[in-house]
């Protein structure tokens, strides 16, 4: 079969990009890696005519243009990700923070639902819980969060020794109840602000805690039921694990550096799960994150 040529100026045809599809089909290595290449360089002017090649007969090509569709969504999540507006100190909105957790589930996973679906959910939470808040000290808010997302909706602590994308996935974690103490943290972090609370990641080794902000803050921990801890408690933790500076892990996190933690839970859980172009995708993530 002859082998499509050059790029139009003004773009590939409809018959460029079918045989170039056809292509796909093909067992030499080499012709199908160079077709592939040249249909993401089109971009998306390929994608109706690859989405017809995810239904096709022929299997190889099934199989390639369904392979090239979940490619093209990687690459729009890391583009959306990479335009991103997160605040720069502890205290951000929401939309952002979720928006950034979604993008980087969408490169890990499909079907994920986009940020609106996820954030009713969550909404209706704080909804409820700005409402029970209202004239009531911090203590007690922390303790309204708590039972609202623990006892209510039933969120807890999974298995840390066998990180899980099930555990790790903010949409997965709010289907299965049960996740890591970021994602959990992360839910905390978004129906709290919601609710009309200022609040702010905290990192701890192998651990994570959320900062509600007042007169006096108050450390929860998501993780253990949403448990009230003291400063004493995470001191005694710290040393426990070998960790002297004690202040230097009690800061408040910037939503970048959440977004960090979470994704760098991701990339461990999906370690053994994703191909070698998504773990690169991660990898851009980071960069983006770690540099702007």
Known sequence: MKQPTGDNQNGPTPSQIAATIELLGDDHGPLVAAARERLLRWGAVVLPQLREGAEAEAMQVRSRCRALLRSFEVREALQRFSRLRLGRSGRGGAPPLLEGAVLLS???????????????VLKREANELRVACVGRSLPTCARLLAERLHDRLGLRGGDTTNVDLDQT???????????????????????????????????????????????????VDPFHAGRTITKVDCARYLRAHGHDQVRDHLRDLTDREVLIHYLRSLRQAASQRVVPETQ???GHALSLLETT
């Open 169 to 219: 996935l903010i949409d997965r974690v709010l289907t299965v109840r049960v996740g890591l103490p970021v994602t959990l943290s992360l839910v905390y972090l978004l129906v709290a602000r919601w609710a009309g609370m200022s609040v702010a990641g905290v990192a701890m080794p192998d651990h994570f805690l959320v900062r509600l902000h007042g007169t006096r803050p108050v450390l």
């Open 106 to 120: 969408k490169m890990v996973r499909t079907f994920v639902p986009d940020a609106p679906e996820i954030a009713a």
């Open 280 to 282: 690169q995708t991660l």
